[in-house]
């Protein structure tokens, strides 16, 4: 419950961030809805190129091999899944390998709420290998321009963007989005300085949700301690 409300507040306020932007007056009104008066509007496709991942099948999964980003290593709204790692020990080119701290968006979802489509996810620095694959079910993202990685990290997470994506969305159980839809998608972009301010508020209401929530815990662990010791006897008020 407590995880829930805390992902509507993050949403409501990664929403005002990216389209109030910080201490603005003037606003302009836009084909995407009214932004601050100095931002621009751009099409995904103006800011990043996107690359298809290796295709395999199960006949090339090894163990030994070198460690895959797939479908199952995309978080549901974005986020990096370890458990999800597969590992290929067949061919491969060099334009099917990523490296670490790189983007990537799932291009194909298989659940029914499209929690994964179109969501990002950046390659931890802790994966244990000089080389590292992703599969056809993701998007590389690369030769960004105009953009900051980590604010459009956030963007790609946001209900402006996930939107647009799902109404995109092809197929009927297992659902995918092409690149050419995705780079017609046209968001709010500030200049790169508010881009960096944005992501820094953001992370400090982030970690302060964090807090609050962990807060939350420890006090109803402690309480329901407390009830405990007080119905066994263990605990007098007195």
Not at 149 to 165: G, Q, R, V
Request: glycine share 6%; proline share 3%; charged share 30%.
């Amino acid at each position: 419950y407590l995880t829930s409300i805390t992902e509507k507040i993050k949403k409501r306020l990664l929403n005002e961030l990216l389209t109030k932007g910080i201490d603005h007056k003037k606003f302009k009104k836009t084909e995407i809805g009214e932004i601050p008066e100095t931002w621009d509007v751009k099409s995904l496709g103006s800011l990043f190129k996107l690359e298809r991942g290796l295709s395999y099948n199960s006949k090339g999964i090894d163990p030994k091999g070198i460690p895959m980003i797939n479908l199952g290593t995309i978080k549901a709204y974005g986020g990096f899944n370890e458990t999800g790692l597969k590992f290929w020990g067949g061919k491969y080119n060099s334009s099917q390998l990523i490296k670490k701290g790189e983007l990537v968006i799932a291009n194909t979802d298989i659940t029914r709420n499209l929690i994964v489509l179109g969501y990002p996810s950046r390659i931890p620095s802790n994966i244990n290998s000089d080389k590292i694959l992703f599969s056809h079910h993701i998007y590389a993202i690369r030769e960004l321009q105009f953009v900051e990685t980590d604010f459009l990290e956030l963007l790609l997470k946001s209900p402006i963007y996930h939107k647009k994506i799902v109404n995109f969305a092809s197929g009927t159980t297992v659902f995918s989005v092409s690149k050419k839809d995705v780079y017609s998608i046209k968001v709010p972009l500030p200049k790169k300085a508010e881009q960096k301010l944005i992501v820094e508020k953001f992370k400090l209401c982030e970690e302060y949700l964090i807090s609050l929530n962990n807060l939350i815990k420890d006090t109803k662990n402690l309480r329901n301690k407390l009830s405990n010791e007080l119905l066994k006897g263990e605990l007098r008020l007195d």
